[in-house]
């Protein structure tokens, strides 16, 4: 279908219209961009160093299922609806000022996972020019740099994930096979671990918690996408090369140098290549970040104050603001960053799924507004959808409070049985 050119707020406050949906390799090319960057390869490396190979690719497989489950219903939701994440929230189970909240959220988190991205980015670029800028100057220019690109919104997206992923994929394959070379690939999948044990759940948590934020906000990129076949496409072919193959790869790094350590070693033991692939992955991975970010922000404040604001203001305010989180040092913070998102996000998830494909509250206007391709009227809304707010909460104090099986997917269920139950069902019959 024809591209058109986004309006200034790059359709944050209305449907995307079917003509300006991209082709499959586009949106592929995006969502493999996403699941991509070196921030991946550092998960993988935890796993790696925590675990045996067999062990960390189980775990892999079990987050991964629960990315897959979480991402198909909200982006096959996104595509059919043409809304992002945070007007869809709206009208599945929060409310107008409950989905603001929502929203809050997604803003602190991707701004959280743009200040990671940025040290990785910021460290090797310090390290290419031998120390002199310092890291704090390193990650100004870079973060404030990458925040300019993403002021042209999805277009963005687009051109910068079908020149970059290929590259990516070279250079890394590159210092992949340098950095292995001359080890036996049985030997590195039987050898043991010597970092510190992590258990199947908390691996499987740090897995789904590494891109359930991305699960939660597919809507946002979904929306793009021309029918939910090319969402099916585009969330698998994207989670079997970012969650298996990298993570993998990642593994088997880190049982061959003994280390978690990988991504500063993969981008300083290869020189300028290492560098074109730590610019490549924060470039990838951080239009992302903040993409979703300046509609999530743009949406609250919609809902909370009626105003709408410019989308190219508010994304470089949101940039500066994850560029400080670098120079803070969010990046120490990594893996119990990965683990609380793995925990807080998938109740959030839980309420949306349940809302929109089986109880179906506000199905009837959702359709008849999509057939004038027009937004529902927003004052049949509740103020806040308190149910979805106390099933979020029992969710999120399930995930943190009990550690048997996968806090995540515990957090997940739980939420979707209880927005479920606190709405009658299966006592009262959903919407058809």
């Known amino acids: 279908m024809k591209n058109k050119l986004p309006n200034t707020h790059d359709f944050s406050f209305m449907r995307v219209p079917l003509d300006c949906r991209y082709s499959l390799f586009t949106m592929v090319m995006v969502r493999i961009g996403i699941m991509t960057a070196l921030g991946q390869f550092m998960l993988g490396a935890m796993l790696g160093h925590a675990m045996p190979f067999y062990d960390a690719l189980l775990a892999t497989f079990l987050g991964s299922m629960l990315l897959e489950f979480v991402s198909l219903g909200l982006g096959i939701a996104g595509a059919r609806e043409g809304f992002s994440t945070s007007q869809l929230a709206r009208w599945c189970g929060f409310g107008l000022y409950g989905s603001s909240m929502v929203s809050i959220l997604i803003v602190l988190s991707l701004i959280g996972w743009f200040g990671v991205q940025n040290a990785i980015l910021a460290n090797g670029l310090n390290y290419a020019l031998n120390n002199k800028p310092g890291f704090v100057t390193s990650a100004l220019l870079s973060g404030l740099g990458l925040t300019a690109l993403m002021t042209f919104g999805f277009r963005a997206l687009g051109w ?9 994929m070279l250079v890394v394959g590159w210092i992949v096979c340098e950095l292995l070379a001359g080890y036996h690939l049985i030997e590195l999948m039987t050898t043991l671990p010597t970092g510190q044990p992590m258990t199947l759940g908390m691996a499987a948590t740090a897995v789904g918690g590494g891109y359930i934020v991305t699960s939660v906000t597919t809507a946002d990129i979904g929306r793009y996408c021309q029918n939910s076949r090319h969402v099916f496409w585009m969330i698998t072919l994207s989670i079997i090369v970012g969650e298996f193959v990298v993570n993998s790869i990642a593994i088997l790094i880190a049982h061959a140098l003994n280390t978690s350590d990988v991504v500063t070693i993969m981008t300083q033991t290869a020189g300028w290549i290492g560098l074109l692939a730590v610019i490549l992955s924060a470039l990838k991975i951080n239009d992302s970040n903040l993409y979703s970010s300046s509609l999530a922000l743009l949406s609250a404040v919609e809902g909370i104050s009626g105003r709408r604001l410019s989308y190219v203001g508010l994304t470089l305010a949101l940039g500066t603001a994850g560029t400080l989180l670098t120079v803070a040092g969010i990046l120490e913070q990594f893996t119990g960053f990965l683990i609380l998102l793995g925990v ?21 206007e959702l359709d008849e507004s999509l057939r004038q391709q027009q937004l529902p009227d927003p004052k049949i809304l509740p103020a806040v959808g308190w149910n979805g707010v106390i099933a979020c909460l029992a969710g999120i104090l399930t995930g943190l409070m009990i550690k048997m099986g996968i806090p995540s997917l515990n957090s997940l269920l739980v ?3 209880v927005y479920a139950l606190l709405n009658g069902y299966p006592f009262k019959k959903a919407v058809k």
Do not use: E, N, Q
């Not at 910068?160 to 990516?168: G, N």
């Not at 807080?344 to 009837?364: N, Q």
């Open 160 to 168: 910068i994930a079908i020149v970059t992923v290929p590259l990516f």
């Open 344 to 364: 807080i996000f998938p109740p959030v998830a839980g309420v949306m799924l349940c809302d929109y494909w089986l109880l179906k509250t506000h199905r009837v």
């Open 415 to 417: 939420s979707i049985t």
